[in-house]
């Protein structure tokens, strides 16, 4: 090391004459902050000097490390421009995004840009005689590092991915030079981009479902001094069946050395082990107390790196002993958790901030979105087509959140090359690696609505068998968008918008609903751009709000559930530019919903895991009546007349042709035969369907449609059975003002009234008036 200091001194002077080091030189403009479009409760928090400051990389921790978080100096130049340039006339927060205000920038980047990064640091004394390692959480696209004036290694793909230079070799005594030259495309390129786009940084009408981009550096970027020999990685994955962890240790400048991993808890050891680097081994972990989302019991981990008996590296980390698998579960295949059925219920989460965009403000802030789900009593996260810092994923499995993670798509509406392909598949292997010893993620989700959509099959097999240890989607909305199902992985999921639907196992997969809800309230002065926000379905008012998503979560309690759906995703936690989806707004600042409200629905629906609502059985091939319930209703039957469903009232004085429109067959469902049809008594192939969501008498024409409108499943309800439509689940034959409806818990239409909603949608099953 004091060799290559000496000779990097020497050549100081001729470095200085080909601009770069010159550049050092030449101050930038003094750094000022941007007005974000909103700010949140931690937008003034933020350091100017030593932004995010905590360590950043929890499950492989040294005590030795130097944030370069801070003022740097910056320029944009075009995109040509592959050498650093000569001056820098900004100066730029980092690792805030280019465009965001809290970079004080706050500037659209396009695909003929290239972005320039520069500061100066020096070297702790207490350092020396070490390697010293140059780390970037991610940098958003292609990156190329200097270190006083040479480059550091390779160019860098990929805007989601930690990386890091040993550039110890680069280093000169007393004061320090980085340049690091960022390349952004965004979705004017081909490769991982998420829901970036090249839109306005300032609020504007319009954007749909994508955003702001958010390009250069966006996570911590720091320095740490390791031995020669040291560990790079380690993996961590926990075996139930056993009690064991399994520890993998990777390393660099290894010769001969072992690897010994300790898992304590509390400072008391209970299992320690031995092993060759990059092989894996097993400690023991007696009694594992398992990691779950009511008890997210996290163990400490130490591993060394050993020459003999003297510890040459030695790094911390934790684990949390669980495991994920699909299995039957009383007839119908489930997502395991520990072995146990545990419904899971979740949002989307796409990870955007209005003063950060990408970067979340501060640490706490980061934390906030997992507590906030907490708080609604959800127990998983759907991290949308986004990688959030590691400290993200150390929240996550201190609170106890099941985490969906996305793969970051290609741009929408482009057929990949093959360039773009292996961009992409070693991007994804990287961030597996760098994410697999997280208790709490659960499943990797490939793709997504068929954006950037190719070998569906091949890339889920693959991911699963670099991954064995976690669930693979290969298709997040397989029924959505022009996707394509690859037909394999470890679920099906759909996409219902409202919803929620039922998505029930298929073959070897369990059913997933990943997308449904996207209820919106815009909250006056907390608009993103006030006026231009859109949802999947406005309310009127927050009563409305509320009652609409309770009766959401009501419905998979009592519909999905029970056939066989074993999780759900909310959109979404928090608006998000001109979406007003949100349970909280995009400021974070207004929890829009009734929050005990919603957490006491998360919890009912989550314990009907253990006790599902078992669905009611009906005799078929018999005749049978359908009588009201409701205490002013109790003498009306359902009837046709004029081909349209009503209750009226029927005795034995009543008609002949009245007592035959109130009588129906009960036959198996015509679309499944697990649920049920009515068949007009008097019209023979004529069934009870809904249409327009008004119920209706009809000749089956044999669609599918048709089929699917006139299957009726069957729950338990007081007094008598509640009729859902198959192709609905959670909306129910109701009668409203003596007509037949298909009724919405929660829903805008006046036959949806929430007042008597459940005695209205209860039917007693009776003696048939015309047998």
């Avoid at 001729?14 to 030189?25: M, S």
């Avoid at 820098?88 to 690792?95: L, T």
């Avoid at 698998?325 to 489930?334: E, F, H, I, M, P």
């Avoid at 406005?538 to 309770?550: I, P």
Wanted: proline residues 6%; aromatic residues 10%.
């Amino acid at each position: 090391m004091k060799l290559a200091r000496c000779v990097a001194l020497a050549l100081a002077p001729l470095l200085a004459t080909t601009g770069l080091l010159a550049a050092a030189a030449q101050p930038a403009a003094a750094w000022t902050p941007k007005t974000p479009p909103m700010t949140t409760p931690w937008t003034n928090s933020v350091s100017t000097t030593d932004p995010l400051p905590e360590y950043p990389r929890p499950q492989l921790t040294r005590p030795d490390w130097q944030s370069l978080n801070g003022i740097w100096d910056f320029a944009v130049t075009g995109s040509g421009q592959t050498t650093p340039p000569a001056t820098f006339g900004e100066q730029i927060r980092v690792p805030f995004p280019v465009e965001s205000a809290l970079s004080g920038i706050q500037r659209k980047i396009t695909e003929n840009d290239r972005m320039w990064y520069r500061r100066s640091f020096t070297v702790p004394a207490g350092w020396s005689g070490r390697r010293v390692q140059l780390n970037f959480g991610a940098v958003d696209w292609q990156s190329t590092v200097w270190v006083n004036g040479t480059q550091a290694g390779t160019v860098h793909s990929g805007g989601y991915d930690a990386f890091s230079y040993d550039i110890t070799p680069l280093l000169v005594a007393g004061t320090n030079t980085i340049v690091v030259g960022v390349y952004d495309p965004t979705d004017a390129g081909s490769q991982a981009v998420g829901k970036q786009r090249r839109n306005d940084v300032l609020p504007h009408a319009g954007g749909g479902i994508f955003y702001t981009g958010a390009s250069g550096i966006w996570q911590t970027v720091w320095l740490e001094p390791t031995p020669t020999a040291r560990i790079t990685r380690v993996d961590l994955v926990p075996n139930l069946g056993n009690n064991t962890l399994s520890v993998t240790a990777q390393g660099t400048g290894l010769s001969g050395q072992t690897v010994t991993a300790t898992v304590s808890t509390g400072g008391t050891v209970v299992g320690t082990a031995s092993g060759s680097p990059g092989t894996a081994f097993a400690v023991p972990v007696p009694s594992a107390h398992r990691w779950t989302p009511d008890d997210p019991f996290l163990y400490d981990v130490r591993v060394e790196l050993r020459s003999g008996s003297t510890v040459v590296d030695a790094v911390g980390s934790y684990a949390g002993m669980r495991s994920i698998a699909v299995g039957s579960v009383n007839g119908k295949l489930r997502i395991l958790l520990n072995g146990q059925f545990v419904f899971q219920s979740g949002t989307l989460d796409q990870g955007y901030w209005p003063d950060g965009i990408y970067t979340a403000p501060t640490d706490a802030a980061l934390r906030s979105d997992l507590q906030a789900h907490k708080n609604l009593g959800f127990n998983m996260v759907r991290k949308h087509i986004k990688v959030e810092p590691q400290r993200w994923f150390y929240a996550a499995d201190q609170l106890g959140l099941l985490v969906w993670q996305d793969m970051p798509a290609m741009p929408t509406g482009k057929t990949p090359d093959a360039a773009a392909r292996t961009q992409w598949e070693a991007e994804y292997h990287r961030i597996i690696d760098q994410h697999r010893s997280s208790p709490a993620l659960v499943m990797w989700v490939d793709e997504n609505e068929g954006w950037g959509q190719y070998d569906q099959a091949r890339i889920a097999n693959d991911v699963k068998a670099y991954d064995p240890s976690r669930l693979v989607d290969n298709m997040s909305g397989v029924n959505c968008c022009g996707s394509v199902d690859g037909g394999n992985g470890d679920v099906i999921d759909n996409h219902i918008y409202v919803g929620p639907g039922a998505t029930r196992p298929a073959g070897t997969r369990a059913g997933v609903l990943g997308e449904f809800g996207g209820l919106g309230w815009r909250v006056s002065g907390h608009e993103w751009s006030p006026g231009n926000g859109f949802s999947y379905e406005d309310q009127a008012s927050t009563a409305r709000l509320n009652d609409r998503l309770n009766g959401l979560y009501e419905q998979l309690r009592v519909g999905g559930l029970p056939q066989g759906l074993s999780a759900s995703v909310y959109t979404e936690i928090t608006d998000v530019e001109n979406e007003s989806n949100g349970l909280l707004t995009y400021d974070r600042q207004v929890v829009k919903v009734d929050a005990a409200r919603l957490r006491a629905s998360n919890q009912a629906l989550i314990a009907a895991s253990g006790s599902p609502v078992a669905p009611a059985t009906l005799q078929t091939g018999v005749y049978k009546s359908l009588r009201a319930t409701t205490a002013c209703c109790a003498n009306r039957y359902v009837r046709h007349q004029d081909s349209l469903g009503y209750t009226e009232i029927v005795d034995a004085n009543s008609s002949t042709l009245l007592k035959q429109d109130a009588t129906w067959r009960v036959v198996p469902g015509l679309a499944d035969a697990s649920c049920y049809s009515f068949e007009s008594r008097n019209y023979a192939g004529q069934y009870l369907r809904h249409q327009s969501y008004r119920v209706r008498k009809d000749p089956n024409d044999n669609s599918a449609l048709f089929k699917a409108d006139a299957t009726w499943c069957a729950q338990q309800g007081t007094g008598g059975v509640r009729l859902t439509a198959w192709n609905f689940p959670g909306q129910y034959l109701r009668h409203y003002n003596a007509e037949l409806w298909l009724a919405t818990p929660g829903g805008p239409s006046a036959y949806d009234n929430p007042t008597l909603f459940t005695e209205d949608t209860t039917w007693s099953v009776d003696a048939p008036w015309a047998p």
